[in-house]
């Protein structure tokens, strides 16, 4: 494949990646367009500060155990990226400021503990799960595995926080 086909194949992914997101998630705009990346805890402290709000965690009860993890702030958006190598494991979360009333959509929708409803996507290689909560906006991804239920650990991912 030529290098023109392997940019112009990698651009329509991203194109339709992006175009997939509902608008009402990605309404702040970004003022900081370099990337800066941390771990975890500084990353959040960070994105707090950048926002000046105080309601931001991080999650407790991921389905496999972290080998590595990293926290990256480009813009308007924190991505908290949690992996076990050895498990071929990955859990992404994409946290922006919610300035919207609500998230909408046709896809399956579930409520989390504290009666916030929640948005279920089934992708090709991981399953999301978008909610609004505090003043954030949340998407949260994970690799799908045949041994256990995407769902079920991304609902109890999006409890945490």
Request: proline share 4%; glycine share 4%; hydrophobic share 40%.
């Amino acid at each position: 494949m030529t290098i023109f086909k392997t940019v112009q194949v990698t651009s329509l992914g991203f194109l339709i990646c992006f175009m997939m997101l509902p608008v009402s998630l990605v309404r702040a705009e970004a003022t900081d367009v370099t990337p800066i990346s941390q771990p975890v805890s500084e990353a959040l402290k960070t994105f707090k500060n950048k926002f000046q709000r105080k309601e931001l965690t991080h999650p407790y009860n991921l389905p496999f155990a972290i080998t590595k993890s990293m926290g990256t702030i480009e813009g308007d958006q924190l991505e908290l990226d949690y992996v076990n190598d050895s498990l071929k494991q990955r859990c992404k979360i994409f946290i922006r400021p919610f300035s919207g009333s609500s998230i909408s959509t046709t896809d399956q929708t579930v409520t989390l503990q504290d009666g916030t409803k929640a948005i279920v996507e089934d992708q090709h290689i991981f399953d999301t799960i978008k909610f609004v909560k505090g003043g954030w906006s949340y998407r949260v991804t994970l690799l799908k595995d045949d041994a256990r239920d995407a769902v079920q650990d991304l609902i109890a991912i999006a409890n945490t926080l």
